[in-house]
């Protein structure tokens, strides 16, 4: 777990699946933020899919506490259109790994800063996902397939950082469990759940409100 923080420059709303709706104000949205690779062996989904469990502890400006939690799809973790990514040889120590084959084809071109663009499109790349919590962004380290830009195969893998603004990741739709499968981002509404208050025991000390208020 990691205290953490983004910034909202505009308000917004969403709402659960009790019909709670939660109004996002612009400001600092303060959190606790846990991120883990989900399995679950009944429903035939295990660590080869490389889903994200993501986590994200709040208060309200009244104090009272909530956890927000969505299941991500590995490609959800690719780099956006503005993202800027930097070439490493090293990978982040101790962290979240997801690795999984997909197909790339219409993903984003990844982009340089020296203006460089290199587009990994592959039906089955092979990909590696590892992450850190940081206090402003979820961290990358991105190694995917690269074979078509170097002659020496040992370069066919090439590794980038990047970092998601954690407003990326919140108020994302809830994933939906059927019989058989699971489907992130699969319900119309946002899974939040109310936990209790600052002022409870147990409470980790430090997590401060956010301009979120409850409207209905």
Not at 120 to 144: I, P
């Amino acid at each position: 777990m990691k205290y953490a923080r983004t910034f909202y420059d505009t308000a917004t709303r969403i709402s659960n699946c009790d019909g709670i709706c939660f109004e996002i104000e612009s400001g600092d949205i303060n959190g606790i933020v846990h991120v883990e690779g989900f399995s679950d062996a009944q429903r035939h989904c295990d660590r080869d899919k490389a889903i994200l469990w993501f986590s994200w502890a709040f208060a309200c400006s009244d104090e009272s506490e909530y956890v927000y939690v969505a299941l991500f799809h590995p490609l959800r973790l690719w780099p956006r259109s503005t993202t800027v990514v930097r070439p490493t040889e090293e990978r982040f120590k101790k962290e979240i790994t997801l690795k999984s084959v997909q197909d790339t084809r219409d993903c984003l071109p990844l982009r340089f800063a020296n203006g460089e663009t290199h587009r990994s499109a592959h039906k089955y790349n092979d990909l590696a996902f590892q992450l850190r919590c940081d206090e402003r962004a979820l961290a990358v380290c991105l190694t995917y397939y690269a074979g078509e830009l170097f002659a020496d195969p040992k370069q066919a893998y090439q590794s980038v950082v990047y970092e998601l603004d954690y407003k990326e990741l919140l108020w994302k739709r809830a994933a939906r469990f059927t019989e058989n499968d699971v489907m992130p981002e699969g319900e119309p509404h946002v899974s939040i759940t109310h936990v209790g208050k600052l002022s409870d025991p147990g409470v980790p000390e430090g997590l401060k409100p956010s301009p979120i208020t409850i409207v209905s």
